[in-house]
């Protein structure tokens, strides 16, 4: 099992910048891969980025050039720096573990993008 704690949320003016972290404890040595999705009201969950545990990133089009996926292993956490933060990038995000066999979550932290 992995349990991760995702935090980092919070109220920020549009342009603004957050750092999401997420804390991975547990069988940290199953993860393949590690990412950010987030859901706003009334619609689909959405990929943000993901990090492989080789290191490659992937971004979804509506974030690129603006959030950075990247981790620390030493602290076994993935951050996710948000910047040039949009109204529409309002939502709560959910960190994600993808082992062979399971995914895992955090309970997710609230992103407000408001002026």
């Known amino acids: 099992q992995v349990q991760l704690v995702d935090s980092g949320g919070g109220l920020v003016q549009p342009g603004g910048s957050l750092r999401l972290s997420c804390a991975a404890s547990g069988s940290i040595f199953s993860i393949n891969a590690m990412g950010w999705y987030r859901q706003a009201p009334g619609k689909q969950r959405e990929l943000v980025a993901s990090i492989s545990s080789g290191g490659s990133t992937n971004y979804a089009d509506f974030v690129k050039g603006r959030f950075t996926i990247y981790r620390d292993n030493a602290k076994n956490t993935v951050y996710l720096q948000m910047n040039s933060l949009k109204p529409e990038d309002t939502a709560v995000y959910r960190c994600?573990?993808?082992?062979?066999?399971?995914?895992?979550w955090g309970r997710g932290t609230q992103v407000t993008v408001s002026s």
């Open positions: 994600n573990a993808a082992s062979n066999l399971n995914n895992f």
